[in-house]
């Protein structure tokens, strides 16, 4: 895998991520299995993050405990990344929301941005941005840069699948940003999809 992705060999990834592609899944269970999902790919994408000694008292005794050093900010990017954010929050009550409105234009398949909701300066330290799919990885590149024009330094990339076209973009346009991904497909296909992949994303999460 190329340097700076992360894919989890992990039995449970691919026995959820066998579910959410295939065509047959309902939204409900493509929601909840986006949520499981996201959530193992949490714990992975924060493993190393720094913590500072945090001592408190069990009922017992005394303890050195830690807890997270930093302010860390989710930034889905809309609309499929709604579907994501939520098991983020979960796992990470303490994050901010930080929201960006992009879609992909189908014919010329650029970025279309439509919204954002960014304190500047950044209320934040990290930003993990969560996007189920990185195709041709447009969406996320532009989302990030504009994350790093509010002063954002540190911004981590979590998804679902990728094409190996949108991770050599992403990691050609931002170096410094990390991707952790459930899968890396084959290729996109003529449309500007992942294959085999699993659809459009947005359309599954929202049964639209
Ligand atoms: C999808 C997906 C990414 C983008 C990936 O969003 O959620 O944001 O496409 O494609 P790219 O890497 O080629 O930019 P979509 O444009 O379908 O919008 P939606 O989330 O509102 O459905
Ligand atoms: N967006 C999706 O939702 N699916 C793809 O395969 C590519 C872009």
């Known amino acids: 895998m190329a340097d700076g992705v992360f894919v989890p060999k992990h039995a449970l ?23 499981e999902i996201t ?9 190393d993050l720094p913590t500072v000694p945090d001592n ?10 830690e807890s997270l050093a930093q ?6 990017i809309l609309r499929a990344g709604l579907g994501m954010s939520d098991a ?3 796992m990470l009550p303490m994050a901010r929301i930080l929201h960006i409105g992009m879609y992909r ?11 954002d909701k960014l304190p500047t300066p950044p209320n ?16 996320a590149i532009a989302a990030i840069s504009r994350l790093k024009e509010t002063g954002l330094k540190q911004i981590r990339f979590i998804g679902l699948i990728a094409a190996p076209e949108g991770i050599s973009a992403l990691r050609g346009a931002h170096p410094d940003v990390q991707i952790w991904m459930a899968g890396v497909d084959e290729k996109l296909n003529e449309n500007g999809y992942i294959c085999p992949g699993l659809g459009d994303a947005g359309d599954r999460i929202m049964d639209t």
């Open 13 to 35: 990834v691919a026995h959820k991520l066998t579910r959410l592609r295939d065509v047959n899944t309902p939204s409900p269970l493509f929601r909840q299995l986006t949520k």
């Open 105 to 115: 234009d189908e014919e010329t398949l650029e970025p279309v941005y439509y919204y």
């Open 124 to 139: 934040v330290d990290l930003a993990l941005v969560v996007d189920p799919m990185l195709a041709t990885g447009g969406s």
């Open 39 to 47: 959530q193992i790919l949490i714990c992975e994408a924060t493993a």
């Open 56 to 65: 408190r008292e069990t009922p017992l005794s005394e303890f050195s405990g």
């Open 71 to 76: 302010k860390i900010g989710i930034v889905p």
């Open 88 to 90: 983020a929050h979960e």
